[in-house]
């Protein structure tokens, strides 16, 4: 499974030889699976390192916007996760004691090709890793990259904790935002910036919203301070609610949080959720398995690659969680990528191509996303009552603005 690097390897192919190319692709997260599914049907040969165990360490839902959708229709996988997730027919803001602010993101399918997809993100990441293997890609648990070896006439060559190592003819990072890859291409290159909130996010049973009525739509509130946000992710009913809290975060990163234990994280919520309309208090008391995360975003690198490595997906430009796009960024990336390597350029020129595509596009989002967060802060009173009346003239606007999002194709770019 992981030659010794000097097992005579698979570098660059002489002209006139037919040999498949071979990626090492660094990530088993979203963009590194889909990647290796599309480079396959692209002629290159694909192997897959993640780090964890298989299917731990994952936790939390998340959207999948239409255009995210249609690369997993692409993959065959889109029908699957409509079944196994729970399709978002809309978002609805409302005030802190439950006034309705307005509605965003509807008629997504008709409007766009596809609809928007609520799931587990073990959900999606099984079935992503599942289908990798499916396709004969050899994916490879519990290696964690330590270090890149990329010599001149040599296999580039990916050396792991375990001291076990790779040889491949080109990497892919997909390590996603604390990516060791992106290291390796810019040593001294900037880190992830804490935007200053954190996430709490977690699960719960669909009988919780048996009262709400709320069908399939996504329930969002800001608070005078922080966000929370609710609707159905999985016809499960053990946890087909899933729920999130944004909170500034006044210092405290998301592994103090961690270290508090279970009911502690509870007792935080129901306190800083305190006086919050029906049925958030509901869904706090029986909040299990809550996990705690930072909020950061990599707002723009000097560079996407060196020499045979390339960043996708988060290690490229992670977006903080508020425009919801970041998984949907990470699919397009892994399409356009191999769409690419189709073109059969010099490697450096299609790394080049490739950036010069994307980077636009991802900058814009990730800068949207960091603005959008801005609105989750601490208010006065009369701030937050200011905030309230402005969202209910400026969203049918601003959401006009954030169609771009979903109307891009990346089967059509
Ligand atoms: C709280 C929260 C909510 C979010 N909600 C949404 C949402 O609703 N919609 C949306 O589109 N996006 C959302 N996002 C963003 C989305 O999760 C990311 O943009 C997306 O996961 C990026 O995919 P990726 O494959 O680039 O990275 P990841 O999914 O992070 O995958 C990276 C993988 O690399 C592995 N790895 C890391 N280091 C190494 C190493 N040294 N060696 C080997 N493997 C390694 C990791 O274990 C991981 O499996 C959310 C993010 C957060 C934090």
Request: hydrophobic fraction near 40%.
């Amino acid at each position: 499974m992981t030659p010794s690097p000097h097992t005579p390897g698979p570098h660059t192919p002489s002209p006139g030889t037919s040999r498949r190319r071979k990626a090492l692709i660094i990530g088993g997260g979203i963009a590194g699976p889909v990647t290796a599914i599309f480079l396959k049907r692209a002629g290159i040969d694909a192997e897959l390192f993640e780090a964890w165990p298989y299917s731990t360490g994952i936790g939390g839902g998340l959207q999948i916007a239409p255009n995210g959708m249609h690369v997993l229709a692409e993959i065959g996988l889109a029908d699957e996760m409509i079944e196994r997730g729970s399709i978002c027919e809309s978002f609805d803001f409302h005030s802190q004691a439950g006034r309705r602010l307005g509605s965003v993101n509807r008629n997504m399918k008709q409007r766009f090709g596809q609809p928007a997809v609520n799931m587990c993100r073990t959900t999606l990441n099984e079935a992503l890793v599942d289908k990798a293997w499916s396709d004969g890609i050899g994916v490879h648990f519990e290696k964690r990259l330590a270090r890149i070896e990329d010599r001149p006439d040599q296999p580039i060559v990916a050396h792991f904790a375990d001291g076990s190592s790779a040889e491949g003819d080109f990497l892919i990072g997909a390590d996603g935002v604390h990516s060791a890859v992106r290291t390796h291409v810019i040593p001294d290159g900037p880190k992830p910036f804490n935007t200053g909130l954190i996430g709490f996010g977690g699960f719960g049973p669909r009988s919780l919203l048996d009262q709400a009525t709320i069908g399939q739509r996504m329930v969002t509130t800001f608070g005078q301070s922080g966000f929370f946000g609710y609707g159905f992710c999985s016809s499960d009913p053990s946890d087909g609610v899933m729920w999130w809290s944004t909170q500034p975060s006044h210092g405290t990163d998301a592994a103090t949080f961690r270290a508090m234990g279970q009911d502690q994280l509870r007792r935080h919520l129901r306190d800083f959720h305190a006086g919050w309309h029906d049925p958030i208090p509901a869904i706090i008391d029986a909040a299990e398995n809550i996990v705690v995360t930072d909020t950061l975003d990599v707002a723009t690198l000097p560079t996407w690659s060196r020499k045979r490595t390339l960043l996708i997906g988060d290690a490229a430009h992670a977006t903080s969680p508020h425009a919801g796009q970041g998984a949907s960024l990470a699919l397009e990336d892994a399409m356009r990528l191999a769409h690419l390597m189709q073109d059969g350029l010099e490697l450096g020129l299609t790394f080049q191509n490739f950036e010069a595509e994307r980077r636009p596009r991802a900058e814009k989002i990730v800068a949207i996303a960091r603005r959008n967060g801005n609105s989750k802060r601490e208010f006065s009173a009369a701030g937050a009552w200011i905030r309230d009346r402005m969202l209910q003239w400026l969203l049918p606007v601003t959401s006009k603005g954030m169609d771009f999002m979903y109307a891009y194709d990346p089967r059509a770019a």
